[in-house]
């Protein structure tokens, strides 16, 4: 694909290579369409100058729209389990952590302050702060599922004192989750660095020159990967 | 797709900022929330006097409870004439037991106690219990969503959910409310002091009620009776007073109770931090999004 950038004579050739699934996409979108509303309806409850909100007619609704995406939410990944089993695992085997990913942590500031990602050692289809945040997602996941059932069916079945951990801890897995969003969506929005983040999450595919860049172990495979990337390290101690 | 036009931009960054005010205001309104210490309960505020030793179990306050709130029946163990039925529930708010103390056998009446110190209150997200000017813990039906955070915070176990679709979780909460038409249109007093025909509750100034308490247990005491108050100092100052025979938790009720420290943890405390979690967070994006903006130009971005 060839595009015509603004004010420029030239123009830029653009090899699309494919990334996302259509079901990693799907499920990527369903997570978002049910998860921003849940948090939206929860800070109702959560933040005490929204109280209004939560009273009468309003509060119900903003109930039965909290329950009913919280159906979809929990429901999501386990009809993603059923019906791309393989993938699944390949997705909680990429996020987990691996000793390298402190060298994205070192290069980090480098990288997403300055723009060098020269700096930036090879990283996968996921880069490590993207597999925290997919770490952080299934954990989550677990604590609002653990959490929220039985704050929705066993009131008066369940012992106070659990209630109020329940409670607690729906809380605190809101806090992270919410935080967590909120970077993510900086990032895919309005971070110049992360440009092909969200075409690669809406049409599936990302450029070729740019996976070789940002994600050169999933594009070159990791032992290519840290070949090159060990020359250029050489090459620029040269200069 | 590499050349922004800047009013975009622009837009963005005014989003930021006013997204960062908002999370700057939620921490400070967090951190007023956190200094507001309760207040101890006034001597002016209403409140019920319980004297087990005048109580002779006719059930009349119980009556009495269910006819003024309009509370439908309850269909009871037949064998529990004295303890029917056997606990407080979202349409029993009043209600007769039978204790076994250090006297012997007696008879002790549950309601809500009205604390100053009102877990209930601390936790209700919708504003739906709320302290009355008079002092006891008053209910917007209204205003509840039957979310049941009452229910499982109070130290006493006074609030019940009336679950009205368990699906929808559509409920509202219910407990004593002191009978809060009475008192605000200034009818009389809570309906189960007014119908006492031995004097064992009675309600008035809270005050006034506690000298009272202060001179019966003198009495008592001088009879040899292990009398004593309850509720002059516990959760700040209870608004339901009750002499005791023994050991509060003969009567089920906890010597120091506990759970208001816990509410004010989970609300004063998680709930701030929370806030500033979430200030911090914003003020990152922003400062990033501000610095980033300067130093990355989209041209040299492969």
Same mark, same amino acid.
């Given at each position: 694909?060839?595009?015509?950038?603004?004010g420029?004579?030239?123009?830029?050739?653009?090899q699309?290579?494919?990334?996302y699934?259509?079901?990693?996409r799907?499920?990527?979108?369903?997570?978002?369409?049910?998860?921003?509303?849940?948090?939206?309806?929860?800070?109702?409850?959560?933040?005490?100058?929204?109280?209004?909100?939560?009273?009468?007619?309003?509060?119900?609704?903003?109930?039965?729209?909290?329950?009913g995406?919280?159906?979809?939410f929990?429901?999501l990944?386990?009809?993603y389990?059923?019906?791309?089993?393989?993938?699944?695992l390949l997705?909680?085997?990429?996020?987990?952590?691996?000793?390298?990913?402190?060298?994205?942590?070192?290069?980090?500031?480098?990288?997403?302050?300055?723009?060098?990602?020269?700096?930036?050692p090879?990283?996968?289809?996921?880069?490590?702060?993207?597999?925290?945040?997919?770490?952080?997602?299934?954990?989550?996941?677990?604590?609002?599922?653990?959490?929220?059932?039985?704050?929705?069916?066993?009131?008066?079945?369940?012992?106070?004192?659990?209630?109020?951990?329940?409670?607690?801890?729906?809380?605190?897995?809101?806090?992270v989750?919410?935080?967590?969003l909120?970077?993510?969506?900086?990032?895919?929005?309005?971070?110049?660095?992360?440009?092909?983040?969200?075409?690669?999450?809406?049409?599936?595919?990302?450029?070729?020159?740019?996976?070789?860049?940002h994600?050169?172990?999933?594009?070159?495979?990791?032992?290519?990967?840290?070949?090159i990337?060990e020359?250029?390290?050489?090459?620029?101690?040269?200069h | 797709?590499?050349?922004?036009?800047?009013?975009?931009?622009?837009?963005n960054?005014?989003? /930021?900022l006013?997204?960062?005010?908002?999370?700057?205001?939620?921490?400070?309104?967090? =951190?007023?929330?956190?200094?507001?210490?309760?207040?101890?309960?006034?001597?002016?505020?209403?409140?019920?006097?319980?004297?087990?030793?005048?109580?002779?179990?006719?059930?009349?306050?119980?009556?009495?409870?269910?006819?003024?709130?309009?509370?439908?029946?309850e269909?009871?163990?037949?064998?529990?004439?004295?303890e029917?039925?056997?606990?407080?529930?979202?349409?029993?708010?009043?209600?007769?037991?039978?204790?076994?103390?250090?006297a012997?056998?007696?008879?002790?009446?549950?309601?809500?106690?009205?604390?100053? +110190?009102?877990?209930?209150?601390?936790?209700?997200?919708?504003?739906a219990?709320?302290?009355?000017p008079?002092? /006891?813990?008053?209910? +917007?039906r209204?205003?509840?969503?039957?979310?049941?955070?009452?229910?499982? /915070?109070?130290?006493?176990?006074?609030?019940?959910?009336?679950?009205?679709?368990?699906?929808?979780?559509?409920?509202?909460?219910?407990?004593?409310?002191?009978?809060? +038409?009475?008192?605000?249109?200034?009818?009389?007093?809570?309906?189960?002091?007014?119908?006492?025909?031995?004097?064992?509750?009675?309600?008035?100034?809270?005050?006034?009620?506690?000298?009272?308490?202060?001179?019966?247990?003198?009495?008592l005491?001088?009879?040899?009776?292990?009398?004593?108050i309850?509720?002059?100092?516990?959760?700040?100052?209870?608004?339901?007073?009750?002499?005791?025979? +023994?050991?509060?938790?003969?009567?089920?009720?906890?010597?120091?109770?506990?759970?208001?420290?816990? =509410?004010?943890?989970?609300?004063?405390?998680?709930?701030?931090?929370?806030?500033?979690?979430?200030?911090?967070?914003?003020?990152?994006?922003?400062?990033?999004?501000? /610095?980033?903006?300067?130093?990355?130009?989209?041209?040299?971005?492969?």
């Amino acid at each position: 694909m060839t595009v015509q950038l603004k004010g420029r004579a030239e123009t830029v050739t653009i090899q699309w290579i494919p990334k996302y699934t259509v079901m990693e996409r799907l499920g990527h979108w369903i997570h978002t369409a049910t998860f921003v509303p849940l948090a939206i309806t929860g800070m109702i409850l959560y933040f005490p100058f929204l109280q209004p909100l939560a009273q009468g007619e309003a509060g119900l609704f903003i109930r039965l729209v909290h329950r009913g995406a919280a159906v979809i939410f929990g429901l999501l990944p386990i009809i993603y389990a059923i019906v791309e089993p393989r993938r699944l695992l390949l997705h909680i085997r990429e996020f987990l952590p691996r000793k390298e990913d402190i060298g994205w942590l070192k290069a980090a500031p480098a990288y997403y302050l300055l723009g060098k990602h020269e700096v930036m050692p090879p990283q996968g289809r996921f880069n490590a702060g993207e597999k925290l945040n997919g770490l952080m997602m299934i954990v989550t996941w677990f604590i609002f599922g653990i959490t929220g059932v039985p704050m929705w069916f066993g009131k008066g079945i369940i012992p106070p004192e659990l209630f109020r951990w329940l409670v607690v801890f729906h809380d605190l897995a809101m806090i992270v989750a919410v935080c967590m969003l909120l970077v993510h969506l900086y990032l895919a929005v309005a971070h110049p660095l992360m440009w092909a983040g969200l075409v690669s999450m809406r049409f599936g595919v990302t450029s070729a020159e740019y996976a070789a860049e940002h994600h050169a172990k999933w594009y070159y495979g990791p032992k290519r990967a840290m070949e090159i990337w060990e020359a250029k390290k050489r090459e620029g101690a040269h200069h | 797709m590499n050349d922004r036009p800047s009013p975009k931009l622009a837009m963005n960054r005014r989003e /930021f900022l006013g997204l960062s005010a908002l999370g700057l205001g939620i921490s400070l309104a967090g =951190a007023r929330a956190a200094a507001a210490a309760p207040s101890l309960a006034s001597p002016d505020d209403v409140a019920i006097l319980y004297d087990p030793v005048k109580c002779v179990g006719c059930k009349a306050c119980q009556m009495a409870c269910k006819r003024w709130n309009k509370l439908p029946n309850e269909s009871t163990d037949p064998l529990g004439i004295y303890e029917s039925p056997r606990d407080l529930s979202a349409i029993t708010w009043n209600i007769i037991k039978l204790r076994r103390a250090e006297a012997g056998w007696h008879f002790f009446n549950y309601q809500c106690m009205h604390c100053t +110190d009102a877990a209930c209150v601390e936790v209700c997200p919708s504003g739906a219990l709320s302290h009355d000017p008079h002092g /006891f813990v008053a209910l +917007d039906r209204v205003k509840c969503i039957g979310c049941g955070y009452c229910t499982q /915070f109070c130290p006493y176990g006074v609030p019940h959910l009336r679950v009205v679709n368990l699906l929808t979780g559509e409920a509202k909460a219910a407990k004593c409310i002191f009978c809060q +038409d009475r008192i605000r249109t200034g009818i009389g007093g809570p309906a189960c002091a007014e119908i006492c025909p031995v004097g064992a509750l009675t309600w008035g100034k809270r005050g006034k009620l506690l000298e009272k308490a202060r001179a019966r247990v003198a009495e008592l005491q001088a009879k040899g009776m292990n009398a004593r108050i309850y509720g002059e100092h516990e959760a700040g100052g209870l608004r339901r007073l009750s002499i005791l025979l +023994d050991e509060p938790e003969q009567y089920g009720l906890p010597s120091v109770p506990k759970t208001p420290a816990f =509410a004010r943890a989970w609300q004063r405390v998680i709930q701030p931090l929370g806030n500033v979690v979430f200030g911090v967070t914003l003020a990152g994006i922003l400062a990033a999004f501000l /610095f980033v903006r300067r130093k990355i130009r989209m041209e040299e971005v492969k």
